[in-house]
């Protein structure tokens, strides 16, 4: 397929557990971006990638959560000693621009992640 | 403080009926971006439009149609002969035009079109 794809697509953690969630961009897509999307509410931003680089992680909500994207392209989005707090969609999004938003954002159809 | 509202949480109208989507932005920025992304129960957010805050010009695709007024910072969004297809949450988004920041959405509206 030519979109986006993250998995898994559901994702139930017993607290205290960590969990990993993984985003495919589209291939070429330079930006990367996550977003956390809490029940009944809009997208709020976690992180942004250029290439591999991190180059903006002011979303994330604390030291559990961390992100990587080694290669430049695939991303991983990993949450340590997850909390209920925590239980929401994470979307991923990639852009074929750099740096901005402004550009169309392609977005995965999201993993639903439920703390027990 | 930059920011978006959708104050309309749900709207709920007959097959073929108009329906309008409010959106109130505030920026500091003279330049900008807004968008509207339609998420249907699959999940994946899909981009409808981008407006640049220079292109004031309304803007009608189909039957989407989109106001675009600085004076009052709304950017509304209007279904025309609206069908059961349409029924989706609906947001609207502010790209404030600052380096390394990505969208701020708003809360979203969930529109239900029954027939």
């Known amino acids: 397929g030519a979109g986006v794809s993250q998995s898994p697509r559901y994702k139930v953690a017993k607290r205290g557990q960590d969990v990993a969630l993984r985003c495919d961009p589209i291939?070429?897509?330079?930006?990367l971006f996550w977003y956390q999307q809490a029940l009944g509410q809009g997208p709020e931003f976690l992180t942004y990638?250029?290439?591999?680089?991190?180059?903006?992680k002011s979303g994330l909500p604390s030291d559990r959560f961390f992100a990587e994207r080694p290669e430049g392209s695939v991303s991983t989005l990993k949450i340590q000693r997850t909390q209920q707090e925590d239980s929401a969609v994470y979307l991923c999004?990639?852009?074929?621009?750099?740096?901005?938003?402004?550009?169309?954002?392609?977005f995965g159809p999201g993993t639903r992640l439920t703390v027990l | 403080a930059q920011k978006v509202t959708q104050a309309q949480t749900e709207i709920s109208v007959v097959e073929k009926e108009d329906v309008t989507l409010d959106c109130v932005y505030e920026?500091?920025?003279?330049?900008?971006?807004l968008f509207w992304y339609k998420q249907p129960p699959s999940g994946e957010l899909v981009f409808l439009i981008r407006?640049?805050?220079?292109?004031?010009q309304n803007e009608i695709s189909g039957r989407y149609s989109w106001n675009f007024q600085k004076s009052t910072s709304s950017f509304n969004f209007t279904i025309t002969a609206s069908q059961v297809v349409d029924s989706a949450v609906y947001f609207c988004?502010?790209?404030?035009?600052?380096?390394?920041?990505?969208?701020?959405f708003g809360k979203g509206t969930t529109l239900s079109v029954s027939s």
């Open positions: 999004a990639s852009s074929s621009r750099v740096g901005r938003a402004m550009d169309e954002q392609f």
């Open positions: 291939s070429g897509h330079v930006s």
């Open positions: 990638f250029q290439n591999e680089a991190q180059l903006d």
């Open positions: 920026t500091r920025d003279t330049t900008y971006y």
């Open positions: 407006r640049n805050s220079f292109d004031e």
């Open positions: 988004a502010l790209d404030p035009n600052q380096a390394g920041t990505a969208l701020i």
